[in-house]
């Protein structure tokens, strides 16, 4: 299915193009030992993928008239956490994949050394962003974004949930199971990029309620389309190697639900996405449109 929004299509343009100069500077690459370092996490950061992340930083950042450069370096640190992550996942020590963003992994074209220092690089330099006064003149707006970044790469966010995936390759896990190992896999990074947006505009966590329950139900759906196009995608159109979870065996809301009761409760999460951005006018209707982006997507 097609995505028909207006505003959606050339703002996903447009960040990614902001996201690629952002990379293009912090990732120049050097005249000495550590060039192939530098090219192994351009290859990785660059040209590639959907930019929701950055998107939804900057989407919610631009509710409270936040400069652009700062959310786009907030977005930038966020997406290098994103990227660290998947050059882990695809190493043969994890998910062992050859293709991602519709080209050869990292450690296919680089080694598995070489990636792993990209991931731990590209991990590093999330962090090193997120403090430079350059992002933010608030050092406590600064200190915010790093602890919240933190907090949802760690055993209780991203990297807690990639552990519970390995389990889930020899586990059966029930629904709610499922639930949490998603929410916190999938979902905690895109709750990192409505709340950095909301941290940016200087909300207090109290004003932040409707945010994180958009953020909340735009993750699960996010991962039940996931779920669906890993079954019924196509593998040139996303990009990378599909029907996965089925091979290892892992239960998912498609094998717990079936195909059309996870469609259901897609579109479910999706209206729910929306109905928590109440309190906001059309300022907030390119949130509005990733929610139906999420549902839609083929990649």
């Given at each position: 299915?097609?995505?028909?929004?207006?505003?959606?299509p050339t703002?996903?343009?447009?960040?990614a193009?902001?996201?690629?100069?952002?990379f293009?500077r912090?990732l120049?690459?050097?005249?000495?030992s550590?060039?192939?370092l530098?090219?192994a996490?351009?290859?990785a950061?660059?040209d590639?993928g959907?930019r929701?992340?950055p998107?939804l930083?900057?989407a919610?950042a631009a509710?409270f008239?936040?400069?652009?450069?700062?959310?786009?370096?907030?977005g930038?640190a966020i997406?290098?956490i994103?990227?660290?992550s998947l050059?882990?996942?695809?190493?043969?020590?994890?998910?062992?994949?050859?293709?991602r963003?519709g080209?050869?992994?990292?450690?296919v074209?680089?080694?598995?050394a070489?990636?792993?220092?990209?991931?731990?690089?590209?991990h590093a330099?999330?962090f090193?962003?997120l403090?430079?006064?350059?992002t933010?003149?608030?050092?406590?707006v600064r200190?915010?974004?790093?602890?919240?970044?933190?907090r949802?790469s760690g055993?209780?966010g991203m990297?807690?949930?990639?552990?519970?995936?390995?389990v889930?390759?020899?586990?059966r896990?029930?629904?709610?199971?499922?639930t949490?190992?998603?929410?916190l896999?999938t979902?905690?990074?895109?709750?990192?990029s409505?709340?950095?947006?909301?941290i940016?505009g200087?909300?207090p966590?109290?004003?932040?309620?409707?945010?994180?329950?958009y953020?909340?139900?735009l993750?699960?759906a996010?991962q039940?389309?996931?779920?669906l196009?890993?079954?019924?995608?196509?593998e040139?159109t996303a990009?990378?190697r599909l029907?996965k979870?089925?091979?290892?065996?892992?239960?998912?809301?498609?094998?717990?639900?079936g195909?059309?009761?996870?469609r259901?409760q897609c579109?479910?999460l999706?209206?729910?996405?929306?109905?928590?951005?109440h309190a906001f006018?059309?300022?907030?209707?390119?949130l509005?449109?990733v929610?139906r982006?999420v549902?839609?997507?083929?990649?």
């Open positions: 299915m097609s995505v028909t929004t207006a505003l959606l703002a996903l343009k447009d960040v193009a902001e996201i690629d100069r952002q293009d912090l120049a690459v050097p005249d000495d550590r060039a192939d530098y090219r996490m351009r290859h950061a660059m590639g959907k929701l992340r998107l930083v900057m919610t509710l008239n936040v400069d652009r450069e700062s959310a786009a370096r907030v930038t997406e290098a994103h990227v660290y050059i882990h996942d695809d190493l043969p020590a994890m998910d062992d994949d050859a293709m963003r080209k050869p992994t990292v450690h074209v680089y080694g598995e070489t990636a792993v220092l990209a991931g731990d690089c590209l330099l999330a090193e962003v403090a430079d006064p350059d933010h003149s608030d050092p406590f200190a915010e974004l790093v602890a919240d970044l933190a949802a055993p209780s990297a807690g949930g990639q552990m519970m995936d390995l889930a390759e020899k586990s896990f029930d629904l709610a199971t499922v949490r190992c998603q929410a896999k979902g905690a990074l895109i709750a990192a409505v709340e950095a947006g909301a940016l200087r909300v966590p109290e004003g932040r309620k409707g945010l994180r329950g953020a909340r139900d993750g699960l996010f039940i389309a996931d779920d196009l890993d079954v019924e995608g196509d040139e990009g990378k029907r979870d089925g091979e290892q065996g892992k239960e998912t809301f498609l094998t717990l639900l195909a059309e009761r996870a259901e579109r479910m999706v209206a729910q996405a929306a109905q928590h951005l006018g059309p300022e907030a209707d390119l509005r449109e929610a982006f549902e839609q997507r083929d990649r």
